[in-house]
T-cell receptor, first 113, second 113 residues
Framework: DAGVIQSPRHEVTEMGQEVTLRCKPISGHNSLFWYRQTMMRGLELLIYFNNNVPIDDSGMPEDRFSAKMPNASFSTLKIQPSEPRDSAVYFC???????????FGPGTRLTVL | SQKIEQNSEALNIQEGKTATLTCNYTNYSPAYLQWYRQDPGRGPVFLLLIRENEKEKRKERLKVTFDTTLKQSLFHITASQPADSATYLCALTNTGTASKLTFGTGTRLQVTL
């Protein structure tokens, strides 16, 4: 199994631009999670899906952030417009839900200038 | 307020010794508690999971204890090796929150020769 796949691995953009991060979960996993990691705040859950349905988006910082999961094998996290404070590493993870282990992708390092 | 606290200071130990990392939580009723390892530039990797009704779990050189009275989990690595050097994160699933995992800030372990 290839594990969780994220793209791009690195993204550098200018303030105000739209950013789209992509994730392919492990086949057969029914839960997908988006996290953000910074030195100051650690690893924070942004949103998670069960069976492609968003369950908890209370961690999404504001309306500039949106996430979709159109099918079981693909999810996107979009930031529009991006701001310098969005600079962080964004991880996607998948799992079988209900407290079971999560499997993380390699992350996308986002830098907003 | 809810907190998951791990020692923010790095733990330095000598090769061959047992490393013990602490995770304390406040205002949670965890159904599950998990430990992850994170290396620089990579996503967290699952190590062990322990349920609320379990006191201890072992896997090779790793041992986790879970004391719901003290609201604490201890993570032990016996016969530590330089390759064990990494950041270790505890994470818990609160009862009733299904798949949602909340992470502590992690403790960096450095094993020296």
């Amino acid at each position: 199994d290839a594990g969780v796949i994220q793209s791009p691995r690195h993204e550098v953009t200018e303030m105000g631009q739209e950013v789209t991060l992509r994730c392919k979960p492990i086949s057969g996993h029914n839960s997908l999670f988006w996290y953000r990691q910074t030195m100051m705040r650690g690893l924070e859950l942004l949103i998670y899906f069960n069976n492609n349905v968003p369950i908890d988006d209370s961690g999404m910082p504001e309306d500039r952030f949106s996430a979709k999961m159109p099918n079981a094998s693909f999810s996107t996290l979009k930031i529009q417009p991006s701001e310098p404070r969005d600079s962080a590493v964004y991880f996607c993870a998948s799992g079988e839900g209900h407290g079971r282990p999560q499997f993380f992708g390699p992350g996308t390092r986002l830098t907003v200038l | 307020s809810q907190k998951i606290e791990q020692n923010s200071e790095a733990l330095n130990i000598q090769e061959g010794k047992t490393a013990t990392l602490t995770c304390n939580y406040t205002n949670y009723s965890p159904a599950y508690l998990q430990w992850y390892r994170q290396d620089p530039g990579r996503g967290p990797v699952f190590l062990l999971l322990i349920r609320e009704n379990e006191k201890e779990k072992r896997k090779e050189r790793l041992k986790v204890t879970f004391d719901t009275t003290l609201k604490q989990s201890l993570f032990h690595i016996t016969a530590s090796q330089p390759a064990d050097s990494a950041t270790y994160l505890c994470a818990l699933t609160n009862t009733g929150t299904a798949s949602k995992l909340t992470f502590g800030t992690g403790t960096r372990l450095q094993v020296t020769l």
